[in-house]
């Protein structure tokens, strides 16, 4: 890119976010409202972190920082405003393997790679391909994510036993847990029919913690999963060698990083956008994205990408601007510096139990509604985009979604096309094709002629086709040998200028219409007119 193209990048980047929507007003009113929804998600934040430093192997202020680092940044810059960044059990699975082999030193590197790939996807615009994701494969998504998150919380219902090894809560203590935890959960329901003055996780985190501090009560606790008092991050390369041989080992990492990454934060870009009715900002998240990963892995963080869970926190309690995630990144950070103490007292039961609130709102109920009215095909992708994302992860989810998608479509437009046939008065047959000609349709294509059968002169109307690829244009390329063998004349009609040019041996066949269509073979075009020729 040149200057001028970076410029222009730049103001489209611009455009995009500002003129996105109108803000609401920052009247006290609203700005209590974003903070105070702020604090929710960074009390929320703290457990999360913690707990996906433990399974990248990595110290819990790891973690912390990088739930700092990357909201902070997000929140300032991202595609979307309402959205909330940090440390996520989705990547954390794929570090732990490189923690385990090389040393938390390598995963700053890698880290900081990671978002290099992010900002050239975001500058290079390949965050608009998450337009290719079928609407199946977002519902699958977000059921199997609130599903993740559900049995991430029942890990809080275990405790140490004999040797440290962890065992299931029985008798007392289980019940204890499960009265705050449905506690925290009537308190949120109910608050909104009662006040809006106080976002409802706020206040079911606030009475849980009150009855619990005050009344002693002997549940597990933040600060039983680990301290999180700290100092400020501090600016740190990563000590490893400079070579290729270090290359070699951290790029695959990075590449698989960064495509989880973006593909968690783009789809949570389009979830929270339906929840607060804005559009666009891909390729703007994938530069937030990539510099907040950057940056982390600068300042000792272990990277992160969009939080579903606490982003559905953010959007629920009111979190409409970008003051709510600046303040979470701030509180958050507040908490390690001087409220870790207070902080580690609030038991974990009121946080599973917004948690658990958050898994009864992302949950797509109606998909199980429609799963009867909807074609057999966008059921199993639903189901399987489910499945995978539980029992794997939400990148092979998606993809391999996505892969379904794409052939359950080029099946059933494989099996779309037909003609419809005439004979005009001087015995000319014309076949009008239906239905586009594709790889998967060109053998269709072919049975349709009988170049033996047919009369000496013979018109194939594509009015109602599409030609998609170069195997189109080579089953056209076959069909015209055919009927020149036989001595016939084949007439092609209604191609666009594309095929017209592309076409080799019968682009002499092509009669010039005025109402011949327009469009390019396998490129990605923008139609400027407003209308297509020819029915496309």
């Known amino acids: 890119m040149n200057k001028p193209q970076l ?10 976010d500002w003129k996105d929507n109108e803000l609401p007003s920052l009247t006290p ?13 960074a009390l929320a934040l703290v457990p999360e972190a913690v707990a996906f430093s433990f399974v990248a192997g990595v110290h819990p202020l790891v973690g912390l920082y990088a739930a700092f680092i990357v909201g902070f940044i997000t929140a300032i810059m991202g595609g979307r405003r309402g959205m909330i960044s940090g440390a996520t059990g989705a990547l954390a699975v794929v570090m732990v393997a490189l923690v385990a082999s090389h040393g938390v030193e390598y995963l700053f590197a890698t880290v900081v ?3 290099i790939l992010q900002v050239l996807a975001g500058i290079f615009r390949l965050g608009k391909f998450i337009r290719l994701v079928p609407h199946p494969v977002m519902l699958g998504f977000v059921n199997g994510l609130a599903i993740v998150i559900f049995l991430a919380q029942l890990s809080q219902f275990q405790i140490a036993g004999p040797g440290d ?3 299931w ?3 007392w203590p289980l019940a204890t847990m499960l009265g705050l935890v449905v506690l925290t959960m009537f308190i949120i329901w109910v608050m909104p029919k009662i006040t809006s003055i106080i976002p409802a996780p706020l206040a079911g985190i606030a009475v849980v913690a009150a009855l619990v501090i005050g009344f002693g009560i002997d549940v597990p606790r933040v600060g039983d999963l680990a301290s999180i008092k700290g100092g400020l991050p501090l600016f740190h390369l990563p000590s490893i060698p400079m070579n290729f041989e270090t290359l070699s080992i951290i790029f695959p990492y990075a590449i698989i990083l960064a495509a989880i990454g973006l593909i968690e934060s783009l789809l949570t870009l389009n979830l929270v956008g339906e929840i607060t009715g804005r559009r666009g900002g891909a390729s703007q998240e994938c530069i937030a994205q990539g510099l907040a990963n950057s940056v982390t892995g600068f300042f000792g963080g272990m990277g992160g990408c969009a939080m579903i869970g606490q982003s559905m926190i953010n959007v629920k309690s009111g979190g409409r601007t970008r003051l709510s995630g600046i303040s979470a990144a701030l509180f958050l950070l507040a908490f390690i510096l001087v409220a870790s103490s207070l902080i580690e007292q609030i038991p974990l039961a ?5 948690m658990f609130m958050v898994v009864i709102g992302t949950f797509a109920w109606r998909s199980l509604v429609i799963l009867r009215r909807i074609p057999l095909t966008d059921a199993l992708v639903m189901g399987l985009v489910t499945v995978v994302t539980v029992m794997s992860d939400l990148a092979i989810a998606v993809v ?10 080029a099946w059933n ?7 419809s046939t005439q004979e005009t008065t001087d015995g000319t047959k014309i076949y009008q094709i239906e239905g586009p000609l594709f790889f998967g349709s060109i053998d269709g294509f072919s049975e349709i002629f009988n170049p033996a059968d047919d009369p000496d002169t013979v018109v194939v109307d594509f009015m109602n086709s599409r030609i998609v690829d170069q195997s189109a244009l080579q089953a056209i390329e076959a069909l015209a040998s055919k009927y020149e063998d036989l001595g016939k004349t084949l007439q092609l009609r209604h191609l666009s200028r594309d095929c017209h040019n592309l076409l080799k041996r019968a682009g002499q066949l092509v009669e010039d219409s005025a109402d011949d269509p327009y469009y390019g073979i396998a490129v990605d075009y923008r139609v400027k007119t407003g209308s297509l020729g020819g029915g496309h």
């Open 7 to 16: 410029a222009a990048f730049a103001a489209r980047l611009s455009n995009a």
């Open 29 to 41: 009113g609203r700005i209590k409202t974003e903070i105070l929804s702020g604090l929710t998600v």
């Open 113 to 115: 790679l990671m978002g």
């Open 165 to 167: 090894v962890k065992v």
């Open 169 to 171: 809560m029985t008798g």
């Open 350 to 354: 009121a946080l599973v139990g917004v």
């Open 400 to 409: 391999v979604g996505v892969i379904v998608s794409a052939l359950a479509y």
């Open 413 to 419: 437009n494989a099996t779309r096309i037909h003609a």
